[in-house]
């Protein structure tokens, strides 16, 4: 099966710095890397994913990084807002099932 | 924009009883997926379901645990004699399944509380 690992598992930034969220995997056959984010007592919500044919994907103040040979990937936010403040959680497939890491809860202060 | 629908959002049972999550997965979707987290923890996989059938489960997913689809949208999870250990919120999500699509969308999750 797969293994993910994630890293760190909690983060504080300032309003308006970046962030960086960074995961590996133990698959080399996985191809896609989606990145989810969660606010207390809500459902895992879909903000970016990448696939492994492509090094980086953007999606207005966020983005995702993949680097296949080391098997890890990342998810960059710049201009952090208080919003931003959840638990955000990487995952690869195994087959169709997907493996979530742990979990790294950013706090942004105002 | 259609959303994966789950009830009750919030189940209490004692242990031994069974229990029956219902989930209305997007309408167009092939895949379905059950997760559960316990509380703090990461989201886990337990089993997702193709065609009328399973087409993976973990290891969590044992012989308490069944799906169905008994009719053209509702799709639930039957856990038979639940256990302490089951406490936790359970999410079903679900995919379009064509080719080339991976994408899963979660639904808002039922809290099983078993005393």
């Known amino acids: 099966g797969e293994n993910v690992e994630q890293h760190p598992s909690t983060l504080s930034v300032q309003e308006g710095d970046s962030a960086v969220i960074k995961c590996t995997y133990s698959?080399?056959?996985?191809?896609?890397f989606p990145w989810y984010k969660q606010e207390l007592g809500k459902r895992p919500q879909l903000i970016i994913d990448i696939r492994s044919n492509v090094g980086e994907k953007k999606d207005q103040r966020i983005a995702v990084t993949l680097n296949k040979t080391a098997k890890h990937f990342s998810l960059h936010i710049t201009e952090t807002q208080p919003e931003d403040s959840a638990v955000y959680f990487c995952?690869?497939?195994?087959?169709?099932?997907?493996?979530f890491g742990s979990g790294t809860r950013l706090q942004v202060q105002p | 924009e259609p959303e994966v629908t789950q009830t009750p959002s919030h189940q209490v049972t004692q242990m031994g009883q069974e229990v029956i999550l219902r989930c209305v997965p997007i309408s167009n979707h092939l895949y379905f997926y059950w997760y559960r987290q316990i509380l703090g923890q990461k989201v886990e996989f337990l089993v997702s379901f193709y065609n009328n059938e399973i087409s993976e489960k973990s290891e969590i997913f044992d012989d308490q645990f069944s799906v169905e689809r008994p009719d053209g949208s509702n799709f639930t999870l039957k856990i038979r004699s639940t256990k302490l250990e089951d406490s936790a919120m359970y999410f079903c999500?679900?995919?379009?399944?064509?080719?080339?699509?991976?994408?899963?969308?979660f639904g808002p999750g039922t809290r099983l509380t078993v005393t």
């Open positions: 698959d080399s056959a996985s191809n896609y």
């Open positions: 999500a679900s995919s379009e399944g064509q080719v080339g699509t991976y994408e899963q969308y």
């Open positions: 995952a690869a497939p195994y087959r169709r099932a997907l493996t």
